[in-house]
C-alpha cells in the first residue's frame, strides 16, 4: 500500500515536472512582451520631464525584470529540472532496472519536446558549440582521470586497432555502401554524391565514449570488455576529426587528389600525436603547479580543471584531437598531482568531476530527445533503413575481421563471446549528432540528420536496453568485485619484476621491459621535479599500503563514531561478539593520555598525513570510499586514535613448531612501524600466541574472544613490552587483563 | 637429477617439445639464447647470469636466478639446489611462463594455474619446508623494496605483516585465542591468489623471439 502510494506519488511528480519543464521554455518567450510594456509606459514622462516634475512616479516597491536574469535563470531551471528527473527515475525502481537512464532521459527530452510543440513555441536545441565545448568536456576528463591505467596500457594496441582501423573500416564501408544504395532510382536519393556519402559515413562511424559509458556503466562487465569498448570510444575521436574535416573540406571541393589523401593520412598523424602532445604539456604543467599549492590548498582542485580545460580548448583551436589531449593529460597529471594534493583537494576534484559529468551526459540526452522533436526532418525510408543495417553490419564484420588478425598477437585471446560483446556494445551517441549538426548544406543536412538520430536511437534503446539481459545469458564475465589486496599488490609487483627479469634472461624486449624502463625514468627524473618533499622518492608498494591503512583507519573511525554505529554494524558483518568489541573499544579509546597522544600524532602525521585513497572500480557514479565529509583536524585525532589501537591489536607469530623448537619467535607492533621479536626462552610465560585475523574492514582487528570481558590480548601485550626491554616482545593474555590494560592505557 | 646433458640435437627437440610444450622454432630460438648466456658451454652457472646487465637494476634479482637453479622447478618431486643446469632445466624453467593455449578446459586452466602458483610459491618458500613463514615473507617484500633505503626497510615489514594477516583471516578466518597461524601454505596461496588470474598474467611472449638482441 505505501509502495504503491510512493509509486503514484513519483508519477506525479514526474508528470509535474514535465509540465514545469515545458512551461520554462514557454516563460522564456514570454516576459519579453511583459518588458514592453513598462517602456512604453516610461514614454509619457520625458514629455513632462522638462517641466518641474509636477506628479512623480510612486516609488516602486516591488518591481518585475525578467528579462535582466532571464539567461541564467533558464540555464539553470533547465539543469534544475534535468536533475529532479533523474532523481525521479529512482522512485519507479522497475523501470530504471529494465530501462537505461539514458534512454529515460531521451524520452523525458522527446516528451517535452512534444509538449513545447504543442504549445507551438521554439524548443532549446542541441546547439554543436554548446555540446562540444561545455558539455563534452566534463565527461571526457572525468572518464580520464580515472581511466584504469594498467588495463589500458595492457589492451593499447587491441585498442588502438579497434579505433583506428575499426572506424576507417567503418567510415568507409557505410559510405561507399550508401553511395550504391543512393544509386538506386527508387530512393529519390541521386543527387548525393560520393564525397557526401563518405562524409556521412564517417559521421555515423564513430563509437560515442558518453553513450558507452551511460549504458556499460550499468552492465557492470569485465574490465577487459569494458576498457576495449570504451578506449576505443576515446581514441577513435582523432579519427572522426581527421575523417570528418577531409571529407567536409572536399565536399565544396568535389574532387579528392590522391595527394590530398595523402595529406590525410599525414593529417591523421598530427591531429592524434598533436593532441597528445598538447595534453602532455598541459599535464606536466598542472603537475608542477601542484608543486607550490601546499599553501593555498583550496584552490588545488581548480588547477587541475582548468589545465585540463585549457588543453582541451587549446588543441580545438589547432584542429587537433581534444579528446585525445584532455585525457592524455588527466592521465599524465593524475600520478603527481595526486601525491602533492591534500586528501580533501583530492575528495573535491572526484566529486566535482563526478557532478559534473553526470550533469553533463544528463542534460545531452535530454537535449538529443529535445532535437530530435524539434529538428526538421527529411524522412527517407530507404535511407534510413540501409543506414542503419549497415551500421550493425559493418560493425560486427569489422569486429571479427580485427580480431582474427590481433588474436595471432594477444597473450589472452578474444573469444566469441567477447567479440559478441564488443561489436554490440557500439553505441552512437551525441557527437554524432553534434558534427552533423554542424554541417553546413540544408538539404542534404536534414536527411542525414534523420538518419543518425534514427541509428542513434536504434543503438541506444534497443542495444542499450538489451544488452544486459544479454549480458546475463551469454555468461559473460562481470566486473570482479575485489576489494584492495595487499597480497594482489606486492604480487602484481612481484610479478612485474619477475617477468621483466625473464624477459631479460631470455633477452626478449617486450611489454615489461618497456614498463619497467619507464618506471625507472620516471623515478629517477619526472618524480623529482614534479611531486613535492619527500613524496618523490616513496615506491608504489608504500603509497598502496599507506593508503589501504588510512582506508582502514577511516573506516574504524567510522566505526567508532558513536552516531554512525548502527549503520557500520550493519555494513561489517555484524556479529554480537564485534558489537561488544567495538563498545569495548570505544571505552578504551577514551583512556589513552596526552602525551602520548601526541607522540603518535606527529609519527602519524609523517605516515598517513598525505596519502589517498585510491580507486579501484572506475563507475562513474561511485564514490564509495570517502565516508566522510568532516573537519581534517577532527579526524586526525580520532583517526590517530584509532590508528594506534589497531596497531597494538596487530600482531602475529612466527614459526610454526610449538612443541619441536624451543624457541618461538612472536612479534608484535608499535605504531611506529618497528617490529620487535623476541625469544620464548626469554619470556616468563611460554604459551600460545593468538592471532584473530580480520579481513581488512578494519573494523574488528581485535582478537576475538567471545566475551567482552576479556579484552584483547593486544593491550596486555604491550603493557608487558613497557616492563620488559623494547627488545622484547611479549606474550599472552595473563590473569589480571582489566588491571593491565588500564595500566597500559594510562601510562602510554 | 644434475646430469650434464650434451647440446640437443634436432632430433632431441621432440623430446623436450614434448615435455615443455614449446614449439621447435621456440626450442631452438631459446637453445642459442642458453648458448649465448653459458658462452657456448653445455651448463649454465649462475656466475652467467651476471651477464645480463638490465637484470642488475630488478630488485628481484637474486630470487629469479635462484628460482632456475631450485630443483623444486624441475619436477614434482625434486629437491635442494643444484650450481649448474643444463638445457633441459632451463627450458623446464621457461615453460612455466608459455602463455595459455586457448580453449581451455576448466580442469586445465586449474592446473596451469596450480603450476604456475607453485613456481610462485617456491620462489619465496626458499627454505623449502612447504610453508611460507613470515620471515620469508617479509624478505619478499624487503627485496621488493630494495630499492627505497632505510624507510623501506621498517614499512616492508608492516606491509608483510599485514599481508600475512590477510592471509591468515582468508585462509583460517576466526581463530581462537590459543591457536597461532604458522605459515602459508600452499593451499592458503592457492586461495589467496584465487581472483589473481595468474594463467594469463604470468607469461612472457615467445612467439616473436627471433627479435632477440643477442649482444646483450
Given at each position: 500500500?505505501a509502495?504503491?502510494?510512493?509509486?503514484?506519488?513519483?508519477?506525479?511528480?514526474?508528470?509535474?515536472?514535465?509540465l514545469?519543464?515545458?512551461?520554462?521554455?514557454?516563460t522564456?518567450?514570454?516576459?519579453?512582451a511583459?518588458?514592453?510594456?513598462?517602456?512604453?509606459?516610461e514614454?509619457?514622462?520625458?514629455?513632462?520631464?522638462?517641466?518641474?516634475?509636477?506628479?512623480?512616479?510612486?516609488?516602486?516597491?516591488?518591481?518585475?525584470?525578467?528579462?535582466h536574469?532571464?539567461?541564467?535563470?533558464?540555464?539553470?531551471?533547465?539543469?534544475?529540472?534535468?536533475?529532479?528527473?533523474?532523481l525521479?527515475?529512482?522512485?519507479?525502481?522497475?523501470?530504471?532496472?529494465?530501462?537505461?537512464?539514458s534512454?529515460l532521459?531521451?524520452?523525458?527530452?522527446?516528451?517535452?519536446g512534444?509538449?513545447?510543440?504543442?504549445m507551438?513555441?521554439?524548443?532549446?536545441?542541441?546547439?554543436?558549440?554548446?555540446?562540444?565545448?561545455?558539455?563534452?568536456?566534463?565527461?571526457?576528463l572525468?572518464?580520464?582521470?580515472?581511466?584504469?591505467?594498467?588495463?589500458?596500457?595492457?589492451?593499447?594496441?587491441?585498442?588502438?586497432?579497434?579505433?583506428v582501423?575499426g572506424?576507417?573500416?567503418?567510415?568507409?564501408?557505410v559510405?561507399?555502401?550508401?553511395?550504391?544504395?543512393c544509386?538506386?532510382?527508387?530512393?529519390?536519393?541521386?543527387?548525393?554524391?560520393?564525397?557526401?556519402c563518405?562524409?556521412?559515413?564517417?559521421?555515423?562511424?564513430?563509437?560515442?565514449?558518453?553513450?558507452?559509458?551511460a549504458?556499460?556503466e550499468?552492465?557492470?562487465?569485465?574490465?577487459?570488455?569494458?576498457?576495449?569498448?570504451?578506449?576505443?570510444?576515446?581514441?577513435?575521436?582523432?579519427?572522426t576529426?581527421v575523417?570528418?574535416h577531409?571529407?567536409?573540406?572536399?565536399?565544396?571541393?568535389?574532387?579528392?587528389?590522391?595527394?590530398?589523401?595523402?595529406?590525410?593520412v599525414?593529417?591523421?598523424?598530427?591531429?592524434?600525436?598533436?593532441?597528445?602532445?598538447v595534453?602532455?604539456?598541459?599535464?606536466?604543467l598542472?603537475?608542477?603547479?601542484?608543486r607550490?599549492?601546499?599553501?593555498s590548498r583550496?584552490?588545488?582542485?581548480?588547477?587541475v580543471?582548468?589545465?585540463s580545460?585549457?588543453?582541451?580548448?587549446?588543441?580545438?583551436v589547432?584542429?587537433?584531437?581534444?579528446?585525445?589531449?584532455?585525457?592524455?593529460?588527466?592521465?599524465?597529471?593524475r600520478?603527481?598531482?595526486e601525491?602533492?594534493?591534500?586528501?580533501?583537494?583530492?575528495?573535491t576534484?572526484?566529486y566535482?568531476?563526478?557532478?559534473?559529468?553526470?550533469?553533463?551526459?544528463?542534460?545531452?540526452f535530454?537535449?538529443?530527445?529535445?532535437?530530435?522533436?524539434?529538428?526538421?526532418?527529411?524522412?527517407?525510408w530507404?535511407?534510413?533503413?540501409?543506414t542503419l543495417?549497415?551500421?550493425?553490419?559493418?560493425r560486427v564484420l569489422?569486429?571479427v575481421?580485427?580480431?582474427f588478425?590481433?588474436?595471432?598477437?594477444?597473450?589472452?585471446?578474444l573469444t566469441?563471446?567477447?567479440?559478441?560483446?564488443?561489436?554490440?556494445?557500439?553505441?552512437?551517441?551525441?557527437?554524432?549528432?553534434s558534427?552533423?549538426?554542424?554541417?553546413?548544406?540544408?538539404e542534404?543536412?536534414?536527411m542525414?540528420l534523420?538518419a543518425?538520430?534514427?541509428v542513434?536511437?536504434?543503438?541506444?534503446?534497443?542495444?542499450?536496453?538489451?544488452?544486459?539481459?544479454l549480458?546475463?545469458?551469454?555468461?559473460?564475465?562481470?566486473k570482479?568485485?575485489?576489494?584492495?589486496?595487499?597480497?594482489?599488490?606486492i604480487?602484481?609487483?612481484?610479478?612485474?619484476?619477475?617477468l621483466?627479469?625473464?624477459?631479460?634472461?631470455?633477452?626478449?624486449?617486450?611489454?615489461?621491459?618497456?614498463?619497467?624502463?619507464?618506471?625507472?625514468f620516471?623515478?629517477?627524473?619526472?618524480?623529482k621535479?614534479?611531486?613535492?618533499?619527500?613524496?618523490?622518492?616513496?615506491?608504489?608498494?608504500?603509497?598502496?599500503?599507506?593508503?589501504?591503512?588510512m582506508?582502514q583507519?577511516?573506516?574504524?573511525?567510522?566505526?567508532?563514531?558513536?552516531?554512525?554505529?548502527?549503520s557500520?554494524?550493519?555494513?561489517?558483518?555484524?556479529?554480537?561478539?564485534?558489537?561488544?568489541?567495538?563498545?569495548?573499544?570505544?571505552?578504551k579509546?577514551?583512556?589513552?593520555?596526552?602525551?602520548r597522544?601526541a607522540?603518535?600524532?606527529?609519527?602519524?602525521?609523517?605516515?598517513l598525513?598525505?596519502?589517498?585513497?585510491?580507486?579501484?572500480?572506475?563507475?562513474?557514479?561511485?564514490l564509495f570510499?570517502d565516508?566522510?565529509?568532516?573537519?581534517m583536524?577532527?579526524?586526525?585525532?580520532?583517526?590517530?586514535?584509532?590508528?594506534?589501537?589497531?596497531?597494538?591489536?596487530h600482531?602475529?607469530?612466527?614459526p610454526?613448531?610449538?612443541?619441536?623448537?624451543?624457541?618461538?619467535?612472536?612479534?608484535w607492533?608499535?605504531?611506529?612501524?618497528?617490529?620487535?621479536?623476541y625469544?620464548?626462552?626469554?619470556?616468563?610465560?611460554?604459551g600460545?600466541?593468538?592471532?584473530?585475523?580480520?579481513?581488512?574492514?578494519?573494523?574488528?582487528?581485535?582478537?576475538?574472544?567471545?566475551?567482552?570481558?576479556?579484552?584483547?590480548?593486544?593491550?596486555?601485550s604491550?603493557d608487558?613490552?613497557?616492563?620488559?626491554?623494547?627488545?622484547?616482545?611479549l606474550?599472552?593474555?595473563g590473569p589480571n587483563e582489566?588491571e593491565?590494560?588500564?595500566i597500559?592505557?594510562?601510562s602510554? | 637429477?644434475?646430469?650434464?646433458?650434451?647440446s640437443?640435437?634436432?632430433?632431441e627437440?621432440?623430446d623436450?617439445?614434448?615435455?615443455?610444450?614449446?614449439?621447435f622454432?621456440q626450442?631452438?630460438?631459446?637453445?642459442?639464447?642458453f648458448?649465448?648466456l653459458?658462452?657456448?658451454?653445455?651448463?649454465?652457472?649462475?656466475?652467467?647470469?651476471?651477464?645480463?646487465?638490465?637484470?642488475?637494476?630488478?630488485?628481484?634479482?637474486?630470487?629469479?636466478?635462484?628460482?632456475?637453479?631450485?630443483?623444486r622447478?624441475?619436477?614434482?618431486?625434486?629437491?635442494?639446489?643444484v650450481?649448474?643446469?643444463?638445457?633441459?632445466?632451463?627450458?623446464v624453467?621457461?615453460?612455466?611462463?608459455?602463455?595459455p593455449s586457448?580453449p581451455?578446459?576448466?580442469?586445465q586452466?586449474d592446473?596451469?594455474?596450480?603450476?604456475?602458483?607453485r613456481?610462485?610459491?617456491?620462489?619465496?618458500?626458499?627454505?623449502?619446508?612447504g610453508?611460507?613463514?613470515?620471515?620469508?615473507y617479509?624478505?619478499?617484500?624487503?627485496?621488493?623494496?630494495?630499492?627505497?633505503?632505510?624507510?623501506g626497510?621498517?614499512?616492508?615489514?608492516?606491509?608483510?605483516?599485514?599481508a600475512?594477516?590477510?592471509?591468515a583471516?582468508?585462509?583460517?578466518?576466526?581463530m581462537?585465542p590459543?591457536?597461532?597461524?604458522?605459515?602459508?601454505?600452499?593451499?592458503?596461496?592457492l586461495?589467496?591468489?584465487?581472483?589473481?588470474?595468474?594463467?594469463?598474467?604470468?607469461?612472457?611472449r615467445?612467439?616473436?623471439?627471433?627479435?632477440?638482441?643477442?649482444?646483450?
Amino acid at each position: 500500500m505505501a509502495v504503491r502510494a510512493a509509486r503514484s506519488a513519483g508519477f506525479t511528480a514526474v508528470l509535474l515536472l514535465f509540465l514545469v519543464l515545458a512551461g520554462s521554455a514557454w516563460t522564456g518567450d514570454a516576459p519579453a512582451a511583459h518588458n514592453g510594456t513598462p517602456s512604453t509606459q516610461e514614454d509619457p514622462d520625458p514629455h513632462h520631464g522638462t517641466n518641474a516634475t509636477n506628479h512623480r512616479k510612486a516609488f516602486p516597491v516591488l518591481a518585475f525584470n525578467y528579462d535582466h536574469v532571464r539567461k541564467p535563470f533558464e540555464i539553470s531551471l533547465w539543469i534544475l529540472l534535468a536533475l529532479l528527473m533523474k532523481l525521479g527515475f529512482h522512485i519507479i525502481p522497475r523501470v530504471s532496472h529494465v530501462v537505461p537512464e539514458s534512454c529515460l532521459l531521451i524520452f523525458v527530452g522527446l516528451l517535452v519536446g512534444g509538449v513545447i510543440k504543442a504549445m507551438d513555441e521554439k524548443a532549446p536545441v542541441l546547439d554543436s558549440k554548446l555540446f562540444f565545448l561545455y558539455l563534452l568536456p566534463p565527461i571526457i576528463l572525468d572518464a580520464g582521470y580515472f581511466l584504469p591505467i594498467r588495463a589500458f596500457t595492457e589492451n593499447m594496441g587491441t585498442i588502438l586497432v579497434f579505433a583506428v582501423v575499426g572506424t576507417l573500416w567503418n567510415a568507409f564501408f557505410v559510405g561507399g555502401m550508401m553511395f550504391a544504395v543512393c544509386q538506386i532510382e527508387a530512393a529519390q536519393v541521386g543527387h548525393v554524391d560520393l564525397l557526401s556519402c563518405l562524409l556521412f559515413g564517417s559521421i555515423i562511424s564513430a563509437v560515442d565514449p558518453v553513450a558507452v559509458l551511460a549504458v556499460f556503466e550499468e552492465i557492470h562487465i569485465n574490465e577487459l570488455l569494458h576498457i576495449l569498448v570504451f578506449g576505443e570510444s576515446l581514441l577513435n575521436d582523432a579519427v572522426t576529426v581527421v575523417l570528418y574535416h577531409l571529407f567536409e573540406e572536399f565536399s565544396h571541393a568535389g574532387t579528392v587528389t590522391v595527394g590530398d589523401a595523402f595529406l590525410g593520412v599525414v593529417s591523421f598523424f598530427v591531429v592524434s600525436l598533436g593532441g597528445i602532445l598538447v595534453g602532455v604539456i598541459y599535464g606536466v604543467l598542472g603537475a608542477f603547479t601542484s608543486r607550490f599549492t601546499s599553501h593555498s590548498r583550496v584552490i588545488e582542485p581548480l588547477f587541475v580543471f582548468l589545465y585540463s580545460y585549457m588543453a582541451y580548448l587549446s588543441a580545438e583551436v589547432f584542429h587537433l584531437s581534444g579528446i585525445m589531449s584532455l585525457i592524455a593529460c588527466g592521465v599524465v597529471m593524475r600520478p603527481y598531482v595526486e601525491a602533492n594534493i591534500s586528501h580533501k583537494s583530492y575528495t573535491t576534484i572526484k566529486y566535482f568531476l563526478k557532478m559534473w559529468s553526470s550533469v553533463s551526459e544528463t542534460l545531452i540526452f535530454i537535449f538529443l530527445g529535445l532535437s530530435t522533436v524539434e529538428g526538421p526532418h527529411n524522412w527517407n525510408w530507404i535511407f534510413v533503413i540501409f543506414t542503419l543495417v549497415l551500421c550493425l553490419l559493418s560493425r560486427v564484420l569489422g569486429v571479427v575481421g580485427l580480431t582474427f588478425i590481433i588474436n595471432k598477437f594477444r597473450i589472452v585471446k578474444l573469444t566469441k563471446k567477447d567479440q559478441f560483446i564488443v561489436a554490440y556494445g557500439g553505441l552512437r551517441g551525441a557527437i554524432a549528432f553534434s558534427l552533423g549538426f554542424l554541417l553546413t548544406d540544408s538539404e542534404k543536412k536534414h536527411m542525414f540528420l534523420t538518419a543518425i538520430i534514427t541509428v542513434i536511437f536504434f543503438t541506444v534503446f534497443v542495444q542499450g536496453m538489451t544488452i544486459r539481459p544479454l549480458v546475463d545469458l551469454l555468461a559473460v564475465k562481470r566486473k570482479k568485485e575485489s576489494k584492495a589486496s595487499i597480497n594482489e599488490e606486492i604480487h602484481t609487483q612481484f610479478l612485474d619484476h619477475l617477468l621483466t627479469g625473464i624477459g631479460d634472461i631470455c633477452g626478449h624486449y617486450g611489454h615489461h621491459h618497456w614498463k619497467d624502463k619507464l618506471n625507472r625514468f620516471n623515478k629517477t627524473y619526472v618524480k623529482k621535479w614534479l611531486i613535492a618533499g619527500e613524496r618523490s622518492n616513496e615506491p608504489q608498494l608504500i603509497s598502496f599500503y599507506n593508503k589501504m591503512e588510512m582506508k582502514q583507519a577511516m573506516m574504524l573511525v567510522e566505526s567508532g563514531s558513536a552516531a554512525k554505529l548502527p549503520s557500520v554494524m550493519a555494513a561489517a558483518s555484524a556479529q554480537n561478539i564485534q558489537q561488544q568489541r567495538e563498545e569495548a573499544r570505544q571505552q578504551k579509546l577514551l583512556k589513552i593520555s596526552k602525551t602520548r597522544e601526541a607522540e603518535i600524532r606527529k609519527v602519524l602525521r609523517a605516515n598517513l598525513q598525505k596519502t589517498r585513497q585510491r580507486l579501484r572500480s572506475y563507475s562513474r557514479h561511485d564514490l564509495f570510499m570517502d565516508p566522510f565529509e568532516e573537519d581534517m583536524s577532527e579526524v586526525r585525532f580520532r583517526k590517530q586514535k584509532v590508528e594506534m589501537e589497531r596497531r597494538m591489536s596487530h600482531y602475529l607469530t612466527v614459526p610454526a613448531k610449538r612443541q619441536e623448537t624451543p624457541s618461538v619467535r612472536k612479534v608484535w607492533f608499535e605504531p611506529e612501524h618497528k617490529v620487535y621479536t623476541y625469544d620464548d626462552s626469554q619470556s616468563p610465560r611460554s604459551g600460545a600466541i593468538q592471532l584473530n585475523p580480520r579481513p581488512s574492514d578494519g573494523a574488528a582487528l581485535l582478537d576475538g574472544s567471545p566475551q567482552g570481558s576479556e579484552p584483547s590480548a593486544a593491550p596486555q601485550s604491550a603493557d608487558q613490552s613497557e616492563r620488559q626491554k623494547p627488545s622484547r616482545c611479549l606474550s599472552d593474555p595473563g590473569p589480571n587483563e582489566d588491571e593491565e590494560e588500564s595500566i597500559f592505557f594510562s601510562s602510554r | 637429477m644434475g646430469t650434464l646433458q650434451s647440446s640437443p640435437a634436432p632430433s632431441e627437440y621432440a623430446d623436450l617439445s614434448e615435455k615443455t610444450g614449446f614449439s621447435f622454432e621456440q626450442i631452438g630460438v631459446l637453445h642459442k639464447r642458453f648458448r649465448h648466456l653459458s658462452h657456448n658451454d653445455n651448463v649454465l652457472r649462475k656466475e652467467d647470469f651476471n651477464g645480463i646487465p638490465d637484470l642488475a637494476s630488478n630488485p628481484i634479482r637474486t630470487q629469479i636466478v635462484e628460482a632456475f637453479f631450485d630443483q623444486r622447478n624441475f619436477s614434482k618431486d625434486g629437491d635442494g639446489k643444484v650450481d649448474e643446469i643444463g638445457f633441459e632445466e632451463f627450458l623446464v624453467v621457461m615453460s612455466h611462463f608459455r602463455p595459455p593455449s586457448l580453449p581451455m578446459t576448466d580442469e586445465q586452466r586449474d592446473s596451469v594455474r596450480k603450476e604456475k602458483l607453485r613456481f610462485l610459491f617456491n620462489m619465496h618458500d626458499s627454505d623449502n619446508d612447504g610453508m611460507i613463514t613470515l620471515e620469508e615473507y617479509r624478505h619478499v617484500v624487503e627485496e621488493l623494496l630494495s630499492r627505497s633505503g632505510a624507510l623501506g626497510k621498517e614499512t616492508a615489514k608492516g606491509i608483510a605483516d599485514a599481508a600475512m594477516l590477510e592471509v591468515a583471516s582468508i585462509s583460517v578466518g576466526h581463530m581462537e585465542p590459543d591457536e597461532f597461524y604458522e605459515g602459508i601454505t600452499f593451499d592458503h596461496f592457492l586461495k589467496l591468489l584465487a581472483t589473481f588470474e595468474i594463467e594469463s598474467k604470468m607469461s612472457v611472449r615467445f612467439l616473436n623471439m627471433d627479435t632477440i638482441t643477442l649482444c646483450k
